[in-house]
């Protein structure tokens, strides 16, 4: 009995978890205007949703998402340019909020690290081949 009870409870959580708020009128409609809403749909892939780990707000289904898909599109709809949009959100969001963050002091070693794994990577492969020729 106990365990159907711990089961019952590790189920029920997400289904808690959800919001029974309805979604912003534009979250999930798309703006009248195709071009418009190319755009839009254009920024929102390069936007990072806060909530989920990895997902564009274009792809996820949290509701601080749907939220950021709404903004966009009323912004946009608006005549925004998406460039001041996204400038817009990242003021307000913080560098996270952008798949491609500004180079900065915070966000350095995220640029830098990848080229010094590299040149590790390639100083170990020459070390290495070099001890074989011997």
């Given at each position: 009995m106990r365990g159907l009870l711990t089961l019952s409870l590790l189920f029920a959580g997400p289904a808690l978890a959800q919001s029974r708020?309805?979604?912003?009128?534009?979250?999930?409609?798309?703006?009248?205007?195709?071009g418009q809403e190319r755009t839009a749909k254009a920024?929102?892939?390069?936007?990072?949703?806060?909530?989920?780990?990895?997902?564009?707000?274009?792809?996820?289904?949290?509701?601080?998402?749907?939220d950021m898909r709404a903004l966009v599109r009323q912004?946009?709809?608006?005549?925004?340019a998406p460039?001041?949009?996204?400038?817009?959100?990242?003021?307000?969001?913080?560098?996270?909020?952008?798949?491609?963050?500004?180079?900065?002091?915070?966000t350095g070693p995220l640029w830098i690290a990848p080229i010094l794994l590299l040149a590790i990577g390639a100083l170990l492969a020459a070390r290495s081949l070099k001890r074989r020729r011997r």
């Open positions: 708020v309805p979604p912003p009128p534009l979250a999930d409609t798309q703006l009248a205007d195709a920024l929102m892939e390069t936007l990072r949703c806060l909530v989920c780990q990895g997902q564009s707000i274009a792809d996820s289904d949290a509701d601080m998402a749907a912004r946009i709809a608006a005549g925004e460039d001041r949009v996204r400038d817009w959100l990242i003021e307000r969001y913080g560098d996270y909020v952008s798949y491609d963050p500004p180079l900065s002091a915070a």
